[in-house]
């Protein structure tokens, strides 16, 4: 059973940087479609991006509308993590951030990690 964990998340101010970071429990990424979602409190849960196995990447288009850049996905093969960089915090990124795997025609989800932005 593929396992993901995640890290990285805690309380930040407005403003300020963080990058979380996904390490499944063996190596798939040369297969595997990655993503990173959130759920806000009180809202649906909803994809941020998503990395391919070519490494191409997607994001989600109210995150590309609204985020105005300050979310990138991105993968180190030889570390076998997944990365998610917010720049430029706002509160409104208070959230559960969760990363996904599709792999070997199965979908998998960590746990999640929270990401509180408040001054």
């Known amino acids: 059973q593929l396992q993901l964990v995640e890290s990285g998340g805690g309380l930040v101010q407005p403003g300020e940087s963080l990058r979380l970071s996904c390490m499944p429990s063996?190596?798939?990424?040369?297969?595997?479609?990655m993503a990173w979602h959130r759920q806000a409190p009180g809202k649906q849960r909803e994809r941020v991006a998503t990395?391919?196995?070519?490494?191409?990447?997607?994001?989600?288009?109210p995150i590309e509308d609204s985020g105005q850049g300050r979310f990138t996905i991105s993968r180190d093969n030889a570390r076998n993590t997944v990365y998610l960089q917010i720049d430029r915090l706002e509160p409104e990124d208070t959230a559960v951030y969760y990363c996904?795997?599709?792999?070997?025609?199965?979908?998998?989800w960590g746990k999640g990690v929270l990401v509180t932005v408040s001054s």
């Open positions: 996904r795997a599709n792999w070997a025609g199965q979908e998998y």
């Open positions: 063996t190596t798939i990424f040369d297969t595997a479609t």
């Open positions: 990395i391919y196995p070519s490494g191409n990447t997607n994001y989600a288009t």
